[in-house]
């Protein structure tokens, strides 16, 4: 008996590891605040409810807003055209969008990730674009390097017209079935403001965005 | 009673040029995040959600913290506790040596400040690279942030100019923000394509879906992530939500509330690591839990480190961020800072006006200035300097309480402000940049005995 309680108290005065200590120590304190709050409902109001409809314009507005510029295909068959009408020259674009479009004479995805740093175009996929704020989903599992996105000088997005919801809870909304996967949002190039608050485009990451809606 | 924040506030306003900037800059900032906020007609009813969010969060913290490790070792990520600021070093430190990993590229994180992380690995012979171009710039100034979210905005162009040609990230001097922005990203390309580790803070951890979300808009912490054979997140045990789902509110916030962006340019969600990497989240105490407690003070744990509440307040604009002896300067590092060490910060409290515009804008619904108040409470009981205070008061409360007493010490004040040399109040810290009031030859209560009879209500 006298043994089992030195026992215990032996075990308590160890030092309980760090993952038990905080989360007794979460529980304690909760306790102590004494109330236990329920997730809320959320009623959206005003005019950028889910079923309002999508208006492309003012996507496009956003995007231009972004720093990213947006060309808007006839047809996956005028790639090329929109293309070398923004000087993206064939030979200088990495193209990893899933087998979806295939462009003559462009870049192998290089096997040494120092020669990441000298890809000048690259060309993805976007799932997903966003009215409110001009951000596109690009799923990285889905790419063959998931640095891409980042590493490349100048981003070109293919996004189709159909795939843009208006807000970021349609967005949310429609990502529920990807919602353990890999993914950003990407709005416009890189920028800091961190010099004296001057805008600079070009930050880390790509220096342009060209986003092709089709 | 310290006065360390008014030192060092003074040190700050000696350059009034750059004080001046500073505070119409911020205060820039401040008024875009109003513009973008308001361009969302809900935008109210976003907050009330977050801030209910993070509180349901709060009182099930345990729960959601074992689900997300729960979830997150299903994604093949692995988990580390760290109870303070030591042990999560250590194990940062553990993972590197384990790996023999000498060099580490860090994008923004607070919590590493909070931690003095580069410090510790430093003198274990581990170089941290600071990778966001202000926290870059302040790295190689051998400075800390003096922002949350705009780390280096207490210096000029210039400033940035002579410690980029001192370090030899430019050959020739230049003060052009383009430039200098190209050449830390030239210098850092390098790197990122380099180190073999990365580390990153966390802005929003899922318990639903066991993974992180990083924000930025220079995409440093995208290049670190996926370019680096081992990963390591580091995160406070508030940094938890629910569900992904509830992303919804906290993306449309943040940068609103941060820069008066719609959204940063990054919001990446990271949860499996790729088949060559590894994948590490270290999850920090540091006295959060304690916190949990107490009720004046735990909502302080809502914060999702917006900045918004540094750039509306009138003391942090005109007293910049390392007047604050906490690497979270502003009022909600004035609300943080004295549970950590109450002794050393207790002046930070007393930085403010109370005017409450950090209440206001807070995304999450922090009751900033309320918790400002409460500290100066709690801060009084255990400071004997207050003494004189309560004596006053004790004086106060009898002179009030007596009429003919209060009339008599209204005359004297009178006479008194009269007759005082102007210099009298330049001797005193709170008068060196105020005037006395002007004094009319006649009171009010002298006034009113006279006329206050012409003006009675007729009844």
Not at chain 1, 158 to 179: D, F, I, P, R, S
Not at chain 2, 69 to 75: L, S
Request: glycine share 6%.
């Amino acid at each position: 008996m006298l043994s089992g309680i030195l026992k215990t108290g032996k075990i308590l005065k160890e030092k309980l590891n760090s993952r038990d200590f905080i989360l007794e120590n979460i529980r304690k304190n909760v306790k102590k605040l004494g109330f236990n709050n329920s997730l809320p409902a959320f009623q959206e109001r005003g005019d950028s409810s889910l079923t309002s409809k999508v208006e492309l314009e003012a996507f496009k507005k956003r995007l231009a807003s972004v720093h990213a510029k947006v060309e808007v295909l006839s047809s996956l068959a005028s790639l090329n055209d929109v293309l070398s009408k923004n000087q993206v020259n064939a030979q200088k674009i990495l193209v990893d969008a899933g087998g979806e479009v295939e462009i003559k004479g462009s870049l192998k995805m290089p096997a040494a990730k120092r020669a990441l740093g000298e890809i000048e175009w690259a060309l993805i996929h976007g799932e997903m674009g966003v009215e409110e704020n001009g951000a596109i989903w690009v799923n990285l599992d889905l790419l063959t390097h998931s640095a891409l996105p980042f590493i490349t000088e100048n981003l070109i997005v293919l996004l189709k017209q159909k795939n843009v919801v208006k807000n970021m809870h349609a967005a949310y909304e429609g990502l529920a079935a990807k919602k353990s996967s890999n993914g950003v949002f990407i709005a416009g190039p890189s920028k800091t403001g961190d010099i004296e608050h001057n805008l600079v485009v070009g930050a880390h990451g790509a220096r342009s965005l060209l986003v092709l809606l089709y | 009673m310290s006065h360390q924040h008014a030192k060092l506030a003074k040190t700050f306003l000696a350059q009034s040029k750059k004080a001046d900037w500073h505070d119409k800059t911020l205060w820039k900032v401040r008024k875009l995040r109003d513009k973008v906020s308001g361009e969302v007609d809900e935008f109210q009813e976003l907050r009330e959600m977050a801030s209910q969010i993070k509180k349901h969060t709060l009182t099930h913290l345990d729960e959601y913290l074992l689900q997300f490790e729960r979830k997150a070792q299903g994604n093949g990520i692995a988990v580390h506790w760290a109870r303070d600021a030591r042990e999560h070093n250590e194990i940062v430190h553990g993972l590197l040596k384990e790996k023999k990993i000498t060099q580490v590229i860090k994008s923004k994180s607070m919590l590493t400040e909070e931690c003095e992380l580069n410090r510790y690995l430093k003198e274990r012979n581990v170089n941290v690279l600071d990778s966001d171009l202000g926290e870059l710039i302040v790295q190689l100034r051998r400075e800390t942030p003096s922002h949350i979210v705009m780390p280096a905005i207490h210096l000029n162009k210039e400033q940035v100019g002579e410690v980029f040609l001192q370090e030899k990230l430019t050959e020739e001097y230049s003060n052009d923000p383009q430039y200098l922005t190209f050449r830390a990203r030239t210098y850092l390309r390098d790197k990122f394509l380099n180190h073999e580790a990365s580390l990153t803070g966390v802005n929003f951890a899922i318990a639903e879906t066991g993974g992180i979300v990083v924000v930025t808009n220079e995409g440093n912490a995208d290049l670190g992530v996926n370019l680096a054979k081992v990963n390591i997140h580091c995160m406070g045990i508030e940094k938890i939500i629910p569900s992904f789902k509830n992303l919804e509110f906290f993306i449309r916030l943040l940068a609103r509330s941060a820069t008066g962006q719609p959204i940063s340019v990054y919001t990446s969600h990271y949860h499996k690591p790729r088949p060559e990497q590894a994948r590490h989240i270290v999850i920090l105490d540091n006295r959060r839990s304690d916190r949990l407690g107490e009720e004046r003070f735990y909502e302080a744990l809502k914060c999702i480190r917006c900045g918004a509440c540094m750039n509306t307040c009138p003391v942090y604009r005109n007293s910049g961020g390392h007047s604050y002896t906490y690497p979270i300067p502003g009022p909600i590092g004035s609300i943080l800072a004295p549970k950590m060490d109450l002794k050393k910060h207790r002046d930070l409290p007393f930085a403010s006006s109370l005017c409450g515009s950090c209440t206001y804008v807070c995304p999450v619904k922090i009751n900033l200035h309320q918790q400002l108040f409460d500290w100066r409470e709690e801060i009084a009981k255990s400071d004997e300097s207050f003494v004189k205070k309560k004596y006053l008061s004790y004086f106060l409360v009898k002179l009030f309480s007596r009429h003919f007493l209060t009339k008599f010490f209204f005359g004297l004040l009178k006479w008194l402000l009269r007759v005082t040399p102007k210099t009298f109040l330049k001797r005193n810290n709170w008068g060196k940049y105020r005037e006395f009031p002007k004094i009319p030859q006649e009171s009010f209560a002298e006034w009113y005995s006279k006329n206050g009879k012409n003006f009675e209500r007729e009844t």
